[in-house]
């Protein structure tokens, strides 16, 4: 890698089109795992114009009122503005959904199964499904993405305590950090696009957008006098959100995870509960990825696992750690595997996510959050693996 580059990362508001069916589709699933904790929820939701659609495979005791779930996620994500069309008392809500198909709930089911080969729970599908953390930040996160998040929920923050009324739901940003011998020392480039009403000139929304959002959020050091500033870069965003642009479950898997900073498996994480490893595995590698590099093993650490349907082991685990480790990557996993499980009904266990905590996980990213529901954020394994690996 050159020893001077730019990464870049991006991040998206509530109102995004994609954010906010990921929000409707969190949201079901909590509401399912409130009333039923052994729920299995694979919920995705297409939103288009004023037409919601929530489809899937739900299989759970409780009893769901989704046209309600819908309206209240969607009044919460501020979409509320009689000049929008899409409005959340305002939109047509269809309802899809089915139950679990009886021949994946076997295979994921503790029973045994004719052509099963344990009675254990097996892993809900296929596929790999990675964890990262490095110490570019206190949040062991890269410094990209964290910045984008930054911009992201301090502009939702404002536009939610009602200061500034032109404010509407739908937003992106974006950060470009400068990167000198592996370390980011300065920031090239931001951008912020955000939705608003008719009535505000350009110029009005570029100056708070650089004096009241950036600059209060991103590090004073790490702007120079070079950083370049792009803000609504069209000229004009009033048509935003579902009017604007189709939204679908799970297009943001990216801004979810790392930035593009550490690799992806390609699954995504909202509306489908932890029996599914595309979301318990991935909160278990960043559990992992975070503890190693807690515990000074390495500056960065990536961890892959891939499971088989059905089966109640990952067919593999690897650990990299980009030449930064501090003790031979062996001996990393081997500690590793010695101090954490993964199988998946031991993941759920571990990190305790029968719980309907995922609403907390849905925006501005799932991993770097200071939250003690987010229980793979934890660093209480670092001393362990330190042992281990000595």
């Known amino acids: 890698m050159p020893r001077s580059y730019i990464f870049s990362s991006e991040s998206v508001g509530e109102g995004h089109p994609d954010k906010v069916c990921d929000t409707i589709s969190d949201a079901v699933l909590d509401a399912c795992l409130k009333q039923d904790k052994n729920s299995r929820v694979a919920c995705e939701t297409y939103a288009k114009s004023n037409i919601v659609i929530v489809g899937g495979e739900i299989t759970t005791t409780g009893w769901i009122d989704f046209a309600r779930i819908v309206r209240e996620a969607v009044r919460d994500i501020g979409y509320v503005n009689d000049d929008d069309v899409f409005h959340a008392d305002k939109i047509f809500i269809t309802n899809i959904l089915t139950e679990q198909s009886a021949d994946i709930a076997q295979g994921v089911d503790a029973e045994g199964a004719e052509g099963k080969d344990t009675a254990e729970q097996g892993a809900g599908d296929q596929g790999l499904m990675f964890g990262y953390a490095c110490n570019e930040t206190p949040e062991l996160m890269p410094a990209p993405i964290m910045f984008a998040h930054r911009l992201g929920r301090e502009l939702t923050a404002v536009r939610k305590s009602g200061k500034v009324p032109w ?153 990299e750690t980009f030449g930064t480790n501090s003790v031979p990557e062996d001996k990393i996993i081997d500690a590793v595997c010695e101090v954490f499980s993964f199988k998946p009904a031991d993941i759920i266990k571990q990190l305790d996510l029968l719980r309907p905590i995922y609403g907390k996980t849905t925006n501005y990213g799932h991993f770097g959050k200071n939250d003690p529901d987010l229980t793979w954020e934890r660093t209480d394994k670092a001393d362990a693996l330190k042992s281990a690996a000595h």
């Open 167 to 319: 404010l509407r739901p739908d937003a992106k940003s974006q950060v470009s950090v400068v990167y000198e011998n592996g370390r980011p020392v300065s920031i090239s480039n931001v951008v912020i696009s955000t939705q608003h009403s008719a009535d505000v000139k350009h110029a009005e929304i570029r100056d708070f957008c650089v004096e009241e959002i950036v600059r209060k959020v991103l590090p004073k050091e790490m702007l120079t006098k070079d950083t370049e500033f792009l803000i609504n870069p069209t000229g004009k965003f009033v048509i935003g959100g579902p009017q604007g642009d189709t939204g679908l479950t799970g297009r943001k898997i990216i801004v979810d995870t790392y930035g593009g900073m550490g690799r992806h498996g390609g699954g995504a994480f909202s509306g489908k509960d932890p029996s599914k490893v595309d979301r318990s595995a991935a909160y278990m590698g960043r559990y992992v990825a975070k503890n190693v590099v807690a515990a000074g093993l390495a500056e960065k650490c990536e961890v892959q696992f891939a499971y088989a349907i059905g089966h109640p082991k990952p067919v593999s685990v690897h650990v």
